[in-house]
């Protein structure tokens, strides 16, 4: 069932400002954690994932950070720009299993 | 060329009748799934196919039939439409079961009045 939420349901940046997305999770069986980005009238697309054994992982402006301790994942995205609004997606993976969905965080970038 | 293709993009029926979405992929993944996202955004998986064999089916009412002639395609038909069946619904695929990195399709927006 449904483990993964999200803390705030939407989240206006200045551009050119850095965006930080919350997610709480409550499965600690979790093997991995996701993030995907989902733009109006399209697919999700995936932006990057951390291994359970982690706590923070880089990719092209974005930062992950798995906090165990408090079951707690955040995506920050540096120097935001028009194109990254969107609605952002946390998710978790349970081995065996697949990877389930949270509510989302819509991200909008004011110019 | 589309890596994930769904048709049709916008469905509008009426209830009680039979409907079917079609999936296709190009990428050669072994694993395609079926979500269904409500007017609320939450992104549920309904099914997983592996090689053409169900692997996850996620509590989802008999209606909705999946079925995969190839590892390729993976359609959805539902039968007896009801006023909640409205959502958008959305093939993906992965190259494997339990891969992280899912590509998804554009989305099927089917309303059911």
């Known amino acids: 069932g449904e483990s993964v939420g999200l803390h705030l349901p939407t989240l206006s940046v200045q551009e050119g400002d850095n965006s930080i997305i919350n997610c709480a999770y409550s499965?600690?069986?979790?093997?991995?954690f996701i993030w995907y980005k989902q733009e109006s009238g399209k697919g999700p697309q995936f932006i990057i994932d951390?291994?359970?054994?982690?706590d923070k992982r880089q990719g092209q402006r974005v930062t992950v950070l798995l906090n165990k301790t408090v079951k707690h994942l955040s995506l920050q995205i540096a120097a935001t720009q028009p194109g990254d609004s969107a609605v952002y997606f946390c998710?978790?993976?349970?081995?065996?299993?697949?990877?389930?969905f949270g509510t989302g965080t819509s991200l909008t970038v004011i110019p | 060329d589309t890596a994930v293709s769904q048709t049709p993009k916008y469905l509008v029926t009426q209830m009680g009748n039979d409907k079917s979405i079609k999936c296709e992929q190009n990428?050669?993944?072994?694993?395609m799934y079926w979500y269904k996202q409500d007017s609320k955004k939450f992104l549920k998986i309904m099914f997983s196919?592996?090689?053409?064999?169900?692997?996850i089916n996620e509590t989802v009412p008999n209606r909705f039939s999946p079925k995969s002639p190839d590892k390729a395609h993976l359609n959805l038909h539902i039968n007896s439409l009801e006023l909640g069946d409205s959502a958008v619904y959305f093939c993906?695929?992965?190259?494997?079961?339990?891969?992280?990195?899912?590509?998804f399709g554009q989305g099927t927006r089917l309303t059911v009045v």
């Open positions: 993906a695929s992965s190259l494997r079961h339990g891969d992280t990195e899912a590509f």
């Open positions: 499965n600690s069986a979790s093997d991995y």
């Open positions: 951390i291994r359970s054994n982690m």
């Open positions: 998710a978790e993976n349970i081995p065996g299993n697949q990877f389930y």
């Open positions: 990428l050669g993944h072994d694993t």
């Open positions: 196919y592996n090689n053409k064999e169900l692997i």
